[in-house]
């Protein structure tokens, strides 16, 4: 299953111990046969379907070889810290959303504000408000926009009819209702997976309820009446019984089939396929939507971005890639690869998307997306969190108390 919302340390504590080494292999480079190398370096799964979409992209441009890296997510942020380090490393990388507030800060990705003129593929104007927002740093733009995911209902139409709901649930009161009734179907059986592990599904909760997650300062605000109502929400699927508390021992797609020990969650665009693949059986049995709404119905919005090294010494070239990979139709074809969806918007008009009835409810969702807010000590305050989380879902402990307590250590690292 891909993620998109990362864990590690940051690039200030780090860079300055880290020791140059020789294995930040791919240094672009000129050839003899006239041509110009550039390194691509691509994370996770997707990196294994990389090559091919360079190959395209060097029949178009005869002139330029990419080489591409592909490099695991959990090795990925270290092997990045080496090349700010060194100066030495990809002309052009993959980002994912949450980690380019670190590397940008460390002076690692090239503002591409300026380039914009000569490469119009990469104009913001192109690209959904959120995503765009991503790429920003101290108002520059060090990346742009590759593939997006946000969060969405996933729920089988056939039980939840069953349950006396003939469309998925609107808003928060319905979810709940309905979660309930499939978990009163006998013992063994949930209404819901609440994924307590997925760090950005308290923050999208509380944003519903019209919570700031921090204040124009940069000041937390988790333990705010809104932010603590969110939370209680959530931790009433798991005191009803309607979600479980423990792990189950299956993946999300055995516990969808058959007699729907999970028939609803929330996730993002890549199940589609898994569902599709592992359950054929379900074929007209199950659906995706737009999250339920209490004030609103924002999502989290994840994804990738590609950005441009600070030290390329193929600068044009790499650029030229960038520009490429921003295309509608090159994103189309990502999409034909990985199941990625594409960041732009013209890309949405395609049929392809339009008239999937599953990807629909994604380009609707996407409308109210938003990231997490992008600041460099995110990922620590969101790991914390989920500490705090398990307190009260699996320890009972009292939810303003416990937010009382996350919010100042929140408010540590906010100082850092």
């Not at 921003?326 to 949405?348: D, G, H, R, V």
Request: with cysteine; charged share 30%.
């Amino acid at each position: 299953m891909k993620k998109r919302w990362f864990k590690k340390s940051m690039v200030t504590s780090m860079v300055g111990a880290l020791v140059l080494s020789g294995v930040l292999a791919g240094c672009s480079s000129g050839s003899e046969d006239g041509k110009t190398t550039i390194t691509v370096w691509g994370m996770g799964e997707e990196a294994k379907s990389f090559p091919k979409i360079a190959e395209e992209f060097e029949k178009e441009n005869p002139k330029i070889d990419v080489k591409v890296q592909a490099l695991p997510w959990d090795q990925a942020h270290d092997k990045l810290l080496t090349a700010v380090a060194s100066k030495k490393g990809p002309d052009v990388v993959q980002m994912g959303t949450t980690w380019i507030p670190e590397f940008a800060s460390a002076g690692a990705l090239k503002d591409l504000t300026p380039h914009v003129k000569d490469y119009p593929e990469l104009d913001p104007k192109h690209f959904f408000e959120g995503s765009v927002e991503t790429t920003k740093f101290e108002d520059k733009m060090v990346g742009v926009p590759w593939y997006v995911d946000t969060r969405l209902l996933y729920y089988r139409t056939d039980l939840l009819e069953k349950a006396g709901f003939k469309e998925a649930p609107k808003t928060w009161e319905e979810l709940k209702e309905a979660a309930d009734k499939l978990a009163d179907r006998g013992k063994g059986k949930y209404g819901i997976s609440i994924d307590a592990k997925e760090q950005s599904l308290s923050f999208m909760f509380a944003r519903q309820n019209g919570a700031e997650l921090l204040g124009p300062n940069n000041e937390p605000k988790f333990n705010d009446p809104k932010f603590v109502e969110a939370v209680e929400y959530l931790n009433s699927f798991y005191e009803s019984g309607a979600a479980p508390k423990e792990e189950l021992g299956m993946d999300i797609v055995q516990g969808f089939r058959g007699d729907g020990i999970l028939p609803m969650f929330i996730s993002g665009p890549w199940m589609i396929k898994l569902i599709n693949d592992q359950a054929p059986e379900l074929k007209g049995k199950w659906g995706t939507a737009v999250l339920p709404a209490k004030e609103n119905n924002i999502s989290a919005l994840g994804g990738s971005n590609l950005s441009v090294f600070e030290h390329t010494k193929h600068e044009k070239e790499a650029l030229k890639f960038a520009a490429y990979m921003s295309k509608p139709e090159t994103q189309l074809k990502w999409m034909e690869m990985t199941n990625s969806l594409p960041a732009t918007q013209k890309a949405w008009e395609d049929e392809s998307l339009t008239g999937n009835e599953f990807y629909k409810a994604f380009g609707e969702q996407m409308e109210a997306s938003q990231p997490m807010p992008v600041i460099k000590q995110w990922e620590e305050i969101a790991q914390s969190y989920l500490k705090s989380f398990e307190k009260i879902y699996r320890g009972g402990a009292d939810v303003q108390k416990e937010l009382d307590n996350f919010d100042k250590k929140a408010e540590e690292i906010l100082k850092k």
